[in-house]
């Protein structure tokens, strides 16, 4: 069994960066600044790891998650071919529940939903030190909704909630619909 408050941490963290309700700013930027209003899970949520195949090497400290990976907690999914984590912790084992998460990789494809909103990137990567996410690819797409926001890398500093979409060497690119703004 995987450490249940390694996941929950890590599964935040995911979820958290992976999905922005608004990136308040002009449409053909080349770098948008946003705050983000990330989800919030509370650690009493199970969260249910799926994948063809979990390998865990304690000596290296590493857990590779292979061939469809699915995480979901609560109303949360994200989805990888391939996922590896990295941890940490003196004699700490996985298996035993007494590793801390260092790092999260995210391989061959990655989709976030929750909801309405909805992210999509060739990789991802997650420092839990710096409380750092990364999205990275050819293009990295953001939606809510009919809101689209369109990139090569997004970055949210999770502490902050702060994100920031860059170009992919032209211009990000955003669509947003003034149907779906809130009613005042």
């Known amino acids: 069994m995987i450490n249940r408050r390694l996941l929950t941490r890590n599964t935040a963290v995911l979820i958290a960066a992976g999905f922005i309700s608004c990136l308040a700013a002009t449409a053909h930027a080349q770098t948008t600044t946003s705050q983000m209003e990330g989800l919030k899970l ?8 799926q994948s063809d195949q979990l390998e865990i090497k304690e000596q290296e400290k590493k857990a590779y ?7 979901v907690q609560g109303t949360t999914t ?15 084992s996985v298996t035993s529940g007494s590793a801390d998460i260092d790092k999260i990789f995210l391989d061959d494809t990655v989709f976030l939903t929750s ?3 909805q992210a999509t990137a060739e990789k991802g990567e997650f420092d839990m030190k710096s409380q750092t996410f990364v999205l990275s690819g050819k293009q990295v797409v953001l939606s809510e909704g009919p809101n689209v926001f ?5 970055t949210v500093l999770m502490e902050t909630g702060q994100a920031k979409l860059d170009a992919c060497g032209g211009r990000v690119e955003i669509l947003l619909d003034p149907k779906s703004r809130p009613k005042q």
């Open 65 to 71: 998650f292979t061939g469809n990976v699915q995480v």
């Open 42 to 49: 509370s650690g009493d949520q199970p969260i249910q790891i």
């Open 115 to 117: 909801g309405t909103q």
């Open 78 to 92: 994200m989805k990888a071919g391939k996922m590896t984590v990295l941890y940490t912790g003196e004699g700490g």
């Open 150 to 154: 369109k990139g090569c890398k997004l």
